[in-house]
Nanobody, 118 residues
């Protein structure tokens, strides 16, 4: 079984910053890709930032220059600066990994709420 535990969400004023953290644990031999998604009310879940299987990073256009993703082994972080009200959403961590039996799987965290409001 694999667990992804997120932390760091909260309420922040426009222009403020937050740092999200996600730690993966359990039956994981190697993580192939890892990233952050978000889902605002009545909108589809979208990729915010992620590490691809090739180790490259990608960002949705709306956060480029404001958000930065980093990774340390089985942990991934999202530094969010210059936050805007439209960044308000539930943020989810996702990992695509190999289990010890070499099978491939994907898991989601439980989500953490980010609210940007004055």
């Amino acid at each position: 079984q694999v667990h992804l535990v997120e932390s760091g969400g909260g309420l922040v004023q426009p222009g403020g910053s937050l740092r999200l953290s996600c730690a993966a644990s359990g039956d994981i031999l190697r993580i192939k890709a890892m990233g952050w998604y978000r889902q605002a009310p009545e909108k589809e879940r979208e990729l915010v930032a992620g590490f691809t299987t090739g180790g490259n990073t990608n960002y949705v256009d709306s956060v480029k220059g404001r958000f930065s993703i980093s990774r340390d082994s089985f942990k991934v972080y999202l530094q969010m600066n210059s936050l805007k009200p439209e960044d308000t959403a539930v943020y989810y961590c996702n990992a695509d990994y190999l289990r010890y039996d070499s099978s491939r799987a994907s898991s989601w965290g439980q989500g953490t709420q980010v609210t940007v409001s004055s």
